[in-house]
């Protein structure tokens, strides 16, 4: 494995991105008219890889999720677990 300091953001497919969305509207239960956009960034957090992605979902209110990984990355398991997490967080504030 090698460390890149500035680590370039992966291609993302259209397939990709749409897989992602699926399981979004999917798990989430919400109308395929709402409309998300993810983006990835680069991630500061120590222990993390350089790219996360954050979801942006415009519900009303919108959430936002995120996920510690690239797009290409994120496995169906890992947008259950980001959305359980949102929703804890939520529950605290
Ligand atoms: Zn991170």
Redesign the pocket.
Known sequence: MSIDLFPKKPAVSAEQSQQVKDWLYEILQIDRQTVISLSQLQ?Q?SG??PI?TAIAVMTSPHRVIRI?KAIPDIAYTDVVQAIAANTNNQKES
């Open positions: 991630c957090d993390c890889p996360q510690h």
